[in-house]
């Protein structure tokens, strides 16, 4: 993606946004995909993004609430909550040979990306990051990183390595996986445990790793089990290592889901673990028990 060239983005939020501005500000033409609210107030602001990373700064984007025309790369940032809606708002038929990149935390979305769309041009993507959208076209960035991994068995190399050097060169960290199974993979056993002992328990990472840490050890084993299961490599003393170097206040997107009512990505992380973990005969008892008690606990999921 050296080369100026035409970007969806559906979902301008917390990350979508980001991205999207940071596109627009290197010169790609942006189109924002979004409800007609958003999109009236994206279209006369902009996106203005805060962050120490890469500074204060506005993007003009182009808007709509469905894609039109062809793109050469439709960024899908929506959660798992809201896919389904959202992708109605990218018509197969205006994608032309677009590639289709998935920014969702969970392992479960590529097969259905592929059923909808051309299965060669769906390209899962990891991004690490920290970023909120705290109003329409407002986007505040904590993380001092923005890294992305791009997977896509059967999509053509070129064309991810192009990719991954036009969203380098707007100023992410973004290189070309390997293997899209172990990158899926690497995010999820590291997310799971974090996401739900850190919202069953309604505790910031630092505290819920000292007051539950047997806990959370178990759902680190249970989660590599199930991640090397699937055929990627996961290291559990790693996975701890990082949580103890996150800053104490750290909480997961789920926990701050719940904190203000809205849905939970809770099937696509616990669910997803659990299903995987049931086809390889994995026992991941920790999991399925922190993933009951949510569910018992009354809160909404998509």
Aim: aromatic share 4%; charged share 20%.
């Amino acid at each position: 993606m050296a080369t100026k060239n035409t970007v969806a983005v559906l979902g301008p939020g917390g990350t979508g946004g980001l991205l999207a501005a940071l596109l627009s500000r290197s010169g790609h033409r942006v189109i924002c995909l979004a409800q007609d609210r958003t999109a009236d107030t994206l279209r006369r602001t902009g996106i203005t993004v805060r962050s120490s990373q890469f500074g204060d700064f506005t993007a003009r984007v182009e808007t709509d609430t469905e894609l039109r025309e062809p793109v050469d790369v439709c960024l899908i940032a929506v959660k798992h909550t809201a896919l389904d809606a959202a992708l109605t708002r990218v018509p197969p038929a205006a994608l032309g040979d677009a590639l289709v990149v998935p920014l969702l935390n969970g392992v479960e979305h590529p097969a259905r990306l592929r059923a909808r769309y051309r299965p060669d041009r769906v390209a899962p993507a990891v991004i690490r990051v920290e970023s909120t959208r705290v109003a329409p076209g407002v986007i505040e960035h904590g993380s001092p990183f923005t890294e992305i991994d791009l997977g896509g068995d059967g999509v053509p190399r070129a064309r991810l390595h192009a990719l991954a050097a036009g969203l380098t060169a707007a100023g992410t960290t973004a290189r070309v996986a390997e293997d899209e199974t172990a990158a899926l993979w690497a995010k999820m056993a590291f997310l799971a445990p974090f996401a739900l002992l850190t919202t069953r328990y309604g505790l910031p990472l630092g505290e819920a790793r000292i007051r539950h840490r047997e806990e959370l050890e178990s759902l680190v084993a249970e989660a590599t089990a199930v991640s090397r299961a699937c055929g990627a490599p996961a290291d559990p003393a790693q996975t701890l290592a990082r949580y103890d170097a996150f800053p104490p206040g750290t909480k997961s997107s789920m926990q701050r889901d719940a904190e203000a009512g809205r849905p939970l990505e809770l099937d696509a992380i616990g669910g997803a673990l659990l299903r995987a973990a049931g086809r390889h005969g994995v026992p991941a008892p920790v999991t399925a028990r922190l993933v009951s008690e949510l569910r018992a606990a009354g809160h909404p999921f998509g």
